[in-house]
């Protein structure tokens, strides 16, 4: 788009009805950029920590897990000596794991909404975040603690209780 015409011409008009006073401009959409280029960067900021916050929580999910399942080996064969699937074994792992992955989704999503309530109401055109989000990050939460849990305890539950046993 050519700009630089229209500008022109009224500079030109402003200078013949109003020499006294020096023309200045500015164009909207740069004053939108400028005013709101330290959200986007926040908005960066805040991705790559939250990103950097959910790997380490994965890994220490994963971790708690792995050290779960290496300390219930010798329960897990017993149990499957005596006749129990490997379902079973998985959801007695789970059932751990879930009520504490519960808490803290409950803590963030109290915290999420508090604070995003109050970083919204900061701006002109207010707007909320609909409850469809937290229940979406919920059950995706819920998705990656069960993989990760999963993996640990299908292991667990696959080995051979020979080896689990054998040495009591």
């Known amino acids: 788009k050519n700009k630089k015409k229209p500008i022109a011409f009224i500079e030109n008009k402003w200078e013949e009805f109003n020499a ?8 909207l959409d740069d004053n939108f950029y400028q005013n ?11 991705r790559i920590f939250s990103l950097l916050t959910i790997l380490i929580a994965l890994l220490g999910l994963m971790g708690l897990s792995s050290y779960v ?19 079973a074994i998985l959801y007695m792992l789970f059932r751990q794991f879930i009520y504490l992955i519960f808490i803290a ?15 919204l109401s900061n701006f002109a055109y207010q707007t909320k975040i609909g409850w469809e989000v937290y229940i979406y ?9 069960f993989i990760i849990v999963a993996i640990h305890s299908w292991r667990a539950a696959n080995s051979n209780p020979v080896d689990a046993i054998k040495y009591e």
């Open 20 to 27: 006294s006073r020096p023309f200045e401009y500015f164009m």
């Open 36 to 46: 709101y280029s330290g959200q986007e960067k926040l908005g960066v900021i805040f």
């Open 69 to 87: 399942a290496e300390q219930r080996t010798k329960e897990i064969g017993i149990r499957k000596v005596l006749g129990s699937s490997v379902g």
């Open 105 to 119: 989704f409950v803590l963030a999503a109290v915290g999420a909404w508090v604070g995003l309530d109050y970083w």
């Open 137 to 145: 990050s919920g059950i995706f939460a819920m998705l990656l603690a």
